[in-house]
T-cell receptor
Framework: NAGVTQTPKFRILKIGQSMTLQCTQD?????MYWYRQDPGMGLKLIYY???????DKGEVPNGYNVSRSTTEDFPLRLELAAPSQTSVYFC????????????FGPGTRLTVT | EDQVTQSPEALRLQEGESSSLNCSYT??????LFWYRQDPGKGPEFLFT???AGEEKEKERLKATLTKKESFLHITAPKPEDSATYLC????????????FGKGTKLSVKP
């Protein structure tokens, strides 16, 4: 099992550009999550999904969109990138939602200039 | 306001010097408290889940405990390879989105 994979590992965007961060898991987990981690701050939940076709907002969803067409994939879309979106983005998955541990990907480091 | 606070922010230990990390929380309807380890440049790695006050879990040199207001991660006789940032997270309430991570404690263990 590869676990949770994320691409790309690094990316530099110009202000106003758009991009999609890819996330794939091969553990047949129903639940998937997107977080951002800023220096000195805790992980902040952006969006999550409880299954294919079902997504919901987390704590900091503005400026992002997600979709979940399959169990394996949960891409995060950034529209009109802004410097405030410079961060490290982590995707995670869990078997179930209730109290189950999350498995994290290696992260994508995004810089918007 | 729902909060998760970890202390200290950073901790330096000598190899073999035992200590504890603290995670205090103020949420309603705790469903689970999680401890993760994060190495530089990597995603968090799951360590423990605690569900109710009085619960304890152990793994090698680590032991996690839970009360109604806080959790402790005890590190016994640490080794340099235990150096990492330790994150605490709390899931609460009825929504899967109700999940708060603390800012973490950066642990350095010197040989």
């Amino acid at each position: 099992n590869a676990g949770v994979t994320q691409t790309p590992k690094f990316r530099i965007l110009k202000i106003g550009q758009s991009m999609t961060l890819q996330c794939t898991q091969d553990m047949n987990h129903n639940y998937m999550y997107w977080y951002r981690q800023d220096p000195g701050m805790g992980l902040k939940l952006i969006y999550y999904s409880v299954g294919a076709g079902i997504t919901d907002k987390g704590e900091v969803p503005n400026g992002y969109n997600v979709s979940r067409s399959t169990t394996e994939d949960f891409p995060l879309r950034l529209e009109l990138a802004a410097p405030s979106q410079t961060s490290v983005y982590f995707c995670a998955s869990s078997y179930s939602g209730s109290n189950y541990e999350q498995y994290f990907g290696p992260g994508t480091r995004l810089t918007v200039t | 306001e729902d909060q998760v606070t970890q202390s200290p922010e950073a901790l330096r230990l000598q190899e073999g010097e035992s200590s504890s990390l603290n995670c205090s929380y103020t949420v309603s309807g705790l469903r689970g408290l999680f401890w993760y380890r994060q190495d530089p440049g990597k995603g968090p790695e799951f360590l423990f889940t605690l569900y109710s006050a009085g619960e304890e879990k152990e793994k090698e040199r680590l032991k996690a405990t839970l009360t109604k207001k806080e959790s402790f991660l005890h590190i016994t006789a640490p080794k340099p390879e235990d150096s990492a940032t330790y994150l605490c997270a709390v899931q609460y309430g009825g929504s899967q989105g109700n999940l708060i991570f603390g800012k973490g404690t950066k642990l350095s263990v010197k040989p």
